[in-house]
């Protein structure tokens, strides 16, 4: 398991898992509902983590890190069935934040 992946590389990765079967990505629908479902597996274990909402001994062991993996993973499926550049997007993002929110918070040397 290599962190050092770009998004292009991960982005190839899904597809040539997905391109496997026949039935190809599920619809942009159905992919939402999935990232939905993701964020609330990811919701619940960040609730057991750091919330007042402690695991049931009887439920299982998932960690926050497997379910930030997982909602990745769908993302990527939906990006690549949508024909969507990830790491373009990514940069559009920063992009955004750079610019419109560049003097939004205060920063590190300013607080000092």
């Known amino acids: 398991m290599n962190g050092d992946k770009t998004m292009k ?4 990765e899904v597809d040539a898992y997905i391109g496997q ?3 190809g990505y599920f619809t942009p629908m159905e992919l939402m509902a999935r990232l939905t479902e993701e964020l609330g597996e990811l919701s619940r274990e960040v609730m057991h983590e750091y919330g007042p909402k402690k695991k049931k001994a009887t439920e299982d062991a998932n960690t ?4 930030m993996g997982d909602l990745l993973f769908v993302l990527i499926c939906m990006a690549n069935s949508l024909d969507i550049d990830l790491a373009h997007a990514h940069g559009r993002v920063m992009e955004k934040f750079n610019t ?3 003097n939004r918070w205060t920063r590190k040397e300013e607080a000092e």
Not at 9 to 12: N, R, S
Not at 64 to 67: C, P, V
């Open 9 to 12: 590389q991960l982005q190839q």
């Open 21 to 23: 079967f026949k039935e």
């Open 64 to 67: 926050i890190e497997a379910e």
């Open 100 to 102: 419109r929110d560049k």
